[in-house]
């Protein structure tokens, strides 16, 4: 009975030291901060091109959840996981480079992996997840990774590193501390944003008992100023904010639960001080994550996978009304047909090395492409495609740059020039 009731004083204690933590935190509350939205530096639109290719043709590891920066030379540096499987004990966080002069990636490298992180946190690691990379307005790159210790995903950290030298070497990795309690069931995929005083809106989601979304804002150390709840239960997830201008934005969410469901949304028209209820919109979300970005004549523009329980399409969209209604301007990857009717390894390999040959004709070893989808998407004869897990940015050129994850398998890269989207901005409004 007394080791019963010391469990219970700790219990309370630790309890109460969490609620004073909160409610400090609130007493500190930072001053509010206007959204500070994409520059676009070019003075007029660019000639229409939309151009796909692989980041990296290297055929073997599960690859999944990609994010994206500019570097300040104009080059991208993308960041994904790779590994036997997600959540294997291999997995680690890789790396690669695009010059867009040579429309070439470079090899890709590794920037963390699990013993690295356990040395570093001084705590044992089970997995990585999520990598997510952001650039602040000194030049450093602030990378936020997942880190499991215990239990599965919502037993889940977020791990920083940074960059001074555009990725090239990071600093040793720390944990984000962002609940004063265990610190633990915070996750991250959606593209982080700056406000105008310089602070950095990291969107992170919850998934321990209830399936949320938060905003984290952070000041340029990596030090939580705030936190905010996006949603309430158990159905959103992974949220992206798209702003709009200093005072207005939008947040997408994916669907935490399978079925007939739909992307979830909120906005601000008050740079976060208040948000909307989140609600389901019109778009259709199978469970998947969602990525988006404000084009500057005020419409919005998102990538998802605008199914009911699949992820074999991928699809470009539009609204003019801030997020009322959509309409498609591409559809990036459909396989919904195949569905059926490749019911079989071998042709479905066929397929696959279709795809990849429409992707970047100059591949010369499409049955590395085949041989890894078979392997990360074929059970028993049975296969599937996935094209998962955007990642879309806006440049200061007025381009959009995407990636995602192509049949588990490889890390693929779009990009659209300026005037390609306004051109189907304007095509689709008729």
């Not at 639109?45 to 994206?68: D, E, K, Q, Y």
């Not at 990291?202 to 100023?225: C, M, N, Q, S």
């Not at 009304?321 to 591409?330: F, I, P, S, V």
């Amino acid at each position: 009975m007394i080791v019963v009731a010391r469990w219970r004083w700790l219990v309370l204690g630790l309890t109460l030291v969490a609620f004073i933590a909160a409610f400090a935190k609130v007493w500190q509350r930072p001053a509010a901060a206007s959204f500070q939205p994409q520059e676009i530096t070019a003075q007029a639109g660019s000639v229409p091109f939309f151009n796909t290719r692989f980041v990296s043709n290297n055929a073997g590891p599960h690859r999944h959840a990609p994010s994206l920066v500019v570097l300040g030379d104009g080059r991208l540096r993308a960041f994904w996981f790779s590994g036997s499987r997600e959540g294997a004990a291999d997995v680690e966080i890789r790396s690669a480079v695009f010059d867009p002069r040579r429309a070439q990636w470079s090899a890709e490298t590794r920037v963390l992996n699990r013993p690295l992180a356990q040395q570093s946190l001084w705590r044992y690691v089970k997995k990585l997840g999520n990598p997510v990379v952001e650039r602040s307005a000194d030049g450093t790159l602030h990378l936020y990774v997942v880190t499991v210790s215990l239990g599965g995903w919502a037993g889940s950290s977020i791990t920083t590193l940074h960059s001074n030298d555009e990725g090239e070497t990071w600093s040793a990795p720390q944990r984000l501390v962002t609940s004063p309690f265990l610190n633990i069931s915070t996750l991250v995929k959606g593209t982080p944003f700056h406000y105008a005083d310089g602070s950095i809106g990291l969107p992170v989601y919850h998934e321990f008992i209830g399936k949320f979304a938060e905003l984290l804002r952070l000041d340029t150390h990596g030090k939580v100023l705030d936190k905010q709840r996006l949603s309430h239960g158990r159905l959103a997830l992974q949220p992206v904010v798209l702003v709009r201008d200093g005072q207005r934005a939008q947040v997408l969410m994916r669907h935490g639960e399978g079925g007939l469901s739909r992307v979830i949304g909120s906005r601000t028209d008050d740079a976060g001080r208040h948000w909307t209820p989140a609600e389901q919109t019109t778009l259709a979300n199978p469970n998947a994550a969602v990525s988006g970005v404000a084009w500057p004549d005020g419409s919005l523009l998102a990538v998802i996978n605008e199914l009911d329980g699949s992820r074999d399409a991928l699809s470009l969209v539009a609204s003019n009304d801030g997020g009322t209604h959509w309409r498609t301007l591409q559809v990036l990857e459909d396989q919904v047909a195949a569905r059926e009717r490749l019911n079989a390894t071998a042709r479905y390999a066929e397929e696959v090395k279709a795809q990849a040959l429409a992707t970047d004709a100059r591949l010369a070893n499409t049955q590395a492409f085949a041989d890894a989808s078979v392997e990360h998407m074929c059970i028993a004869q049975r296969c599937n495609f996935e094209f998962s897990y955007p990642y879309l940015i806006l440049t200061a050129q007025g381009d959009l740059q995407l990636v995602y994850t192509w049949n588990r398998s490889f890390i693929k890269h779009v990009e659209f020039s300026r005037g390609w989207i306004e051109q189907r901005l304007k095509e689709t409004r008729q």
